[in-house]
Structure formats: structure tokens, C-alpha cells
């Protein structure tokens, strides 16, 4: 079945950078439009980043454009997202989501945290 597991998150200083990575399995992920989602603390769901099924364009929020990266590492099936020059922001539960076939999947979140 399709599962995607997210890592990566952690506390960083603003100014600071992480990678977050998205193992899929059950379904070939270079197949399939992916996309980062994030929740921030008491507020709704906000779509940040996405790339197309053969990786070639990539979208990204105004909010996140220049400082974040989607790519994806097809040999092993995983999206990441280079997240840099963070701000206090950028806070928030980042989520992996691919629109499969059969329906939306999303991953269980990473907790990205920015603060001194």
C-alpha cells in the first residue's frame, strides 16, 4: 500500500537550513505529481512546494521561493526539500502528499521548529 514517511525535521536557529526527505513506498513516486504541505501552529494547511511527474518543474509558494529546494532522489524513491534561510515562519508540521490514482496520500508530518 502507498506509505510515506517523513524526516528531517528538528529545532533550528532563524537564519539556519535542514533537508527534509519523503521515503514512498507502495507506488513509484517518479510516477506521480508530489507535493509539501505545512501546517503552522493554529493555522490551516498551506501548500509550499511540488514538482511534476518527470521532475522537470518544480512550483513553490511566494512565501518559500529562493529559499527552498524540492528535488527527488528516484534510486531511492524519496522527495526532499532543502529548506534555508529560515525564519520564525517557516514554523509549522511539513507534510509529503502524492496524488496517486486511488486518492490523496499525505505522510504522518515532520515538526519543523525556527526559533533563537
Known amino acids: 500500500q502507498v506509505q510515506l514517511v517523513e524526516s528531517g525535521g528538528g529545532l533550528v536557529q532563524p537564519g539556519g537550513s535542514l533537508r527534509l526527505s519523503c521515503a514512498a513506498s507502495?507506488?513509484?513516486?517518479?510516477?506521480?505529481?508530489m507535493s509539501w504541505v505545512r501546517q503552522a501552529p493554529g493555522k490551516g494547511l498551506e501548500w509550499v512546494s511540488e514538482?511534476?511527474?518527470?521532475?522537470?518543474?518544480?512550483y513553490y509558494a511566494e512565501s518559500v521561493k529562493g529559499r527552498f529546494t524540492i528535488s527527488s532522489d528516484d534510486a531511492m524513491n524519496t522527495l526532499h526539500m532543502q529548506l534555508g534561510s529560515l525564519i520564525s515562519e517557516d514554523t509549522a508540521v511539513y507534510y509529503c502528499?502524492?496524488?496517486?490514482?486511488?486518492?490523496?496520500?499525505w505522510g504522518q508530518g515532520t515538526q519543523v521548529t525556527v526559533s533563537s
Open positions: 514538482r511534476n511527474r518527470d521532475g522537470f518543474r518544480l
Open positions: 507502495g507506488f513509484t513516486a517518479s510516477k506521480f505529481w
Open positions: 502528499v502524492v496524488a496517486a490514482p486511488d486518492g490523496i496520500y
